[in-house]
């Protein structure tokens, strides 16, 4: 990688995207304009600027390969992992980031020529178990320094996640830890029969409509549901033993609590502590770099998501207005 001052790699960028778009609209009017006689030029500008974005895209890879500002990816975890981003809680609050988008970051930093190491924030309190296994194994897949660190949260999910990465740092009062595993189901089988509701069984296989909420669960669906959440739980507290280097038991005696950031660092959850900023220059020693460049590794919206993103956050809070109007105040929280 060429090793330029950044007003130099301003120029050099802005002048490479100058030329590539000169060029784009040149050869899209040529090909696209010049040669259609018929006023069909409407589509032939159209596919002329098709054509420049697509060379700008391709332009700007170049551009950031071979004279980038920074050495060190950063990706972001934040809120519940889920594959779509939605909040499976709905009375909690909060969308997180799509777990295939944080895996396409990933694989964008790995397959970026210009990067040497990973950081990875985590800010979650866990989610779905094949979502978050996803994101372990991409972290895993790096090719370079690995380094998770943990802000307000990294439960769960989110240590699953970590047990992916070569270390795991934490702010003193971060909450760190859950290694646990969790499943539920509504019991509306009294509620239907009151109003007239009942259920009858159309299925092949014993426990094809095992935890359907219509119907009383019996004691073989609720043994075979928590061999499920069993089983689940086995293979977390082997991927976090092998990934963190731990004993086994010892990470099934903590029993899935949560441990402030300076009691998981005692244990040995956490590798060590410090801010963002420490972090970032302790990768800087691990890539033997005079100064660690971070950047950040995000997924492109269209303005179409970006819109509904809104919509939803705009929905979400007028409906808790509405609802802290009438039902009171929301039960007090523990704030700092």
């Not at 043994?223 to 959440?229: H, I, R, V």
């Not at 977390?236 to 660092?265: K, Q, S």
């Amino acid at each position: 990688m060429v090793q330029t001052s950044p007003r130099t790699r301003s120029i050099v960028g802005l002048l490479v995207f100058v030329v590539v778009a000169a060029a784009a609209i040149a050869v899209g009017y040529t090909v696209f304009v010049w040669f259609v006689e018929s006023l069909v030029d409407l589509g032939g500008i159209v596919l002329t600027i098709v054509l420049a974005l697509v060379l700008l895209r391709i332009a700007a890879m170049v551009v950031r390969s071979t004279i980038a500002d920074y050495n060190v990816a950063e990706v972001s975890v934040d809120g519940p992992i889920t594959r779509d981003g939605g909040n499976p809680n709905p009375v909690a609050r909060g969308m997180g980031t799509p777990a295939d988008d944080i895996v396409e970051q990933i694989e964008l930093a790995d397959a970026d020529d210009a990067v040497d190491a990973l950081m990875l924030e985590l800010n979650t309190p866990g989610g779905e178990v094949l979502p978050s296994d996803d994101i372990r194994r991409a972290a895993m897949e790096f090719e370079g320094p690995t380094v998770a660190y943990a802000t307000d949260v990294c439960a769960s999910g989110g240590y699953w996640i970590a047990a992916g990465c070569d270390e795991l740092w934490a702010r003193d009062a971060s909450l760190v830890g859950s290694i646990g595993v969790i499943s539920s189901r509504v019991n509306a089988a009294e509620l239907a029969e009151k109003v007239g509701l009942s259920y009858e069984r159309f299925a092949a296989g014993k426990y094809k409509d095992a935890g359907v909420p219509l119907k009383e669960i019996d004691d073989d669906e609720r043994e075979y549901l928590q061999g499920l959440t069993d089983d689940f739980y086995e293979s977390f507290i082997e991927r976090v033993a092998e990934g963190r280097e731990l004993d086994p038991e010892f990470v099934r005696e903590t029993e899935a609590r949560v441990y402030l950031g300076e009691e998981a660092h005692e244990l040995g959850l956490v590798d060590d502590l410090g801010t963002r900023d420490d972090v970032r220059e302790h990768v800087e020693g691990l890539i033997d770099a005079t100064e660690a460049r971070v950047q950040r590794f995000e997924p492109q919206r269209s303005l179409p998501e970006r819109i509904g993103i809104g919509a939803r956050g705009v929905a979400y809070a007028l409906g808790a207005g509405i609802a802290d109007r009438i039902v009171g105040e929301e039960p007090p929280e523990l704030r700092l």
